[in-house]
């Protein structure tokens, strides 16, 4: 007999809310207490607004400051106003601040004033856990700390570099001594001189922050800031972030394997991923690197870089434990033979490191290594279980790539290999390769030969399908997304999206029987009265 598991009313109704718009939330709020403690819940989960709140606390009326128009509170609060908003604030778990942006009106200092006096009432956000604030023009950083408690956990700040900065921080350490996740970054391309005059006092705001495990800074603060000074104190920081905004955000490592990762050694005993941006001027040393990184994101900026830096030289060195590397560039490369043959360059840089389970690169042009080149990688890394070398880069013409003979040898010496991505030049006859009995484990999941040269692809994939699994996917995709690296890179996805219209509105058609339970009900109300008299 064949069993069928029905979904409860509460998951269906929590499943619904999570596809609904603010509006079919307001609606479902008004059927019944139970649905609408589920659509309140939602409904303020994440707050993008902050006036909206405001105006439950109390009337809004604007006012003229010297940095413009602000928003302040038309009259006093007593204990009702609180009392009445923190039914919907304490639901709040994300806050959002996009000062000056639509929506997003400024607000009074003697508003502010009000929301920080109002201890003996507790935060207006109870439960809040993170924060995103955002002001271009920074007369609000002075005020982040108002909603700061000791459950707040990610901290996201988005503002030129402002006059005595680490004190609006400092007193937010004061009242969120939990939080973990700290990201700042700053508007301005150009910072100016007196930087680390700014600082002053940023060292103190770390060290208030004991239990900080992902922290990101402005990647010019790499020249300024000491990795072995206040932060080797962060003892819980497993992810330090000093890269450039347009690429690193979008790229995910897979988390470590568990109990791989060495003891402790020196500095940072709990890092495991490592970001940053470097370029030609910049100069580091090895000891810059943690001993104990296993993930490593490095963003070139374009530099070709007429010889490999040393510090790269000896990745097996400064970090013997690594794991994942991957190395990117957010704009994009001069077109000259420096630029062509670094992918190569960099790439017998990795060699030594045999540990190595992620190798990737994301650069302008494709790798330009010879079948025997790529048989030396494939023996260097023998746990490589997602290589990626230029996948998408822009095909150059004159520009000698790999061959399909290449992939024999992956085959053959990476028997935990899952994806692997590369150009290839398939431009003469099958019938020229070389007859091979070699295979690709069934672990073997994608393999992408996005922008190779590709004279029959009938046959290419034909050929391939002798060596490949039958669950292994190929994909020859050579859109024009696949190159523009530098104006889009993001780590490609191996799951296919539902489609999200249709999906969409199956939620609305239960949102609207939902909401049809309130006439129901009237309706059956009406009857028994009826029935009554």
């Known amino acids: 007999m064949f069993m069928h598991r029905f979904w409860s009313i509460q998951e269906l109704v929590e499943g619904t809310f999570e596809h609904l718009t603010p509006r079919e939330l307001s609606r479902c709020a008004r059927t019944s207490k139970h649905i609408?403690?589920?659509?309140?819940?939602?409904?303020?989960?994440?707050?993008?607004?902050?006036?909206?709140?405001?105006?439950?606390?109390?009337?809004?009326?604007?006012?003229?400051?010297?940095?413009?128009?602000?928003?302040?509170?038309?009259?006093?609060?007593?204990?009702?106003?609180?009392?009445?908003?923190?039914?919907?604030?304490?639901?709040?778990?994300?806050?959002?601040?996009?000062?000056?942006?639509?929506?997003?009106?400024?607000?009074?200092?003697?508003?502010?004033?009000?929301?920080?006096?109002?201890?003996?009432?507790?935060?207006?956000?109870?439960?809040?856990?993170?924060?995103?604030?955002?002001?271009?023009?920074?007369?609000?950083?002075?005020?982040?700390?108002?909603?700061?408690?000791?459950?707040?956990?990610?901290?996201?700040?988005?503002?030129?570099?402002?006059?005595?900065?680490?004190?609006?921080?400092?007193?937010?350490?004061?009242?969120?001594?939990?939080?973990?996740?700290?990201?700042?970054?700053?508007?301005?391309?150009?910072?100016?001189?007196?930087?680390?005059?700014?600082?002053?006092?940023?060292?103190?705001?770390?060290?208030?922050?004991?239990?900080?495990?992902?922290?990101?800074?402005?990647?010019?603060?790499?020249?300024?800031?000491?990795?072995?000074?206040?932060?080797?104190?962060?003892?819980?920081?497993?992810?330090?972030?000093?890269?450039?905004?347009?690429?690193?955000?979008?790229?995910?490592?897979?988390?470590?394997?568990?109990?791989?990762?060495?003891?402790?050694?020196?500095p940072f005993p709990k890092l495991q991923e490592f970001r940053f941006t470097t370029s030609a001027e910049a100069s580091f040393r090895t000891s810059c690197f943690p001993a104990n990184v296993v993930s490593l994101f490095l963003d070139i900026l374009g530099t070709p870089w007429s010889d490999v830096p040393p510090w790269m030289m000896t990745f097996q060195i400064s970090c013997p434990h690594l794991q994942y590397l991957v190395i990117a560039s957010s704009v994009p490369l001069p077109s000259d033979e420096e630029g062509t043959d670094l992918p190569l360059r960099i790439m017998n840089c990795a060699l030594p490191l045999r540990q190595l389970k992620l190798f990737e690169l994301h650069l302008e042009y494709p790798l330009g290594a010879s079948d025997d080149e790529l048989r030396e990688a494939a023996l260097s890394w023998p746990n490589i279980e997602i290589l990626r070398l230029c996948p998408r880069a822009t095909d150059a013409n004159d520009h000698p790539i790999p061959t399909l003979g290449c992939l024999e040898h992956f085959a053959r010496h990476c028997p935990s290999l899952t994806h692997l991505g590369l150009a290839l030049n398939v431009t003469g006859s099958i019938d020229e390769l070389p007859d091979s009995t070699y295979s690709f484990s069934e672990s073997f999941k994608e393999l992408v030969l996005s922008r190779s040269r590709i004279a029959k692809p009938i046959e290419v994939g034909a050929y391939l399908a002798e060596h490949l699994a039958p669950t292994t996917v190929l994909s020859f995709q050579t859109g024009p997304y696949a190159c523009r690296l530098h104006q889009s890179f993001a780590r490609p996805s191996h799951f296919a999206e539902p489609d999200a219209p249709a999906l969409h509105r199956q939620w609305q058609i239960v949102a609207e029987v939902l909401s049809g339970l309130r006439r129901l009900r009237k309706k059956m109300w009406m009857q028994h009265v009826t029935r009554t008299d």
């Open 36 to 266: 609408s403690e589920h659509a309140l819940n939602r409904l303020y989960r994440h707050v993008n607004r902050l006036t909206d709140i405001l105006k439950i606390l109390g009337p809004l009326t604007v006012t003229m400051e010297s940095h413009g128009l602000c928003k302040k509170f038309e009259n006093d609060l007593d204990q009702k106003d609180w009392d009445r908003v923190l039914k919907y604030s304490s639901r709040t778990q994300s806050l959002f601040c996009g000062w000056g942006a639509r929506h997003c009106d400024y607000l009074s200092d003697e508003a502010f004033e009000t929301l920080a006096g109002s201890a003996s009432h507790g935060p207006l956000f109870p439960n809040l856990r993170k924060i995103t604030w955002i002001d271009t023009e920074q007369h609000m950083i002075f005020n982040v700390a108002s909603f700061a408690t000791s459950f707040l956990t990610s901290l996201t700040i988005d503002v030129p570099v402002a006059r005595d900065f680490s004190i609006p921080l400092l007193e937010l350490a004061k009242k969120a001594p939990n939080l973990e996740d700290l990201d700042l970054d700053f508007k301005w391309p150009r910072l100016s001189d007196n930087l680390s005059e700014k600082l002053q006092g940023f060292d103190e705001v770390l060290i208030r922050l004991h239990n900080l495990k992902t922290l990101r800074l402005p990647h010019s603060w790499i020249q300024f800031v000491s990795l072995h000074g206040t932060l080797s104190k962060l003892l819980q920081l497993r992810v330090l972030d000093m890269s450039s905004r347009p690429v690193a955000p979008t790229y995910r490592f897979p988390d470590p394997s568990i109990g791989t990762h060495a003891p402790p050694l020196g």
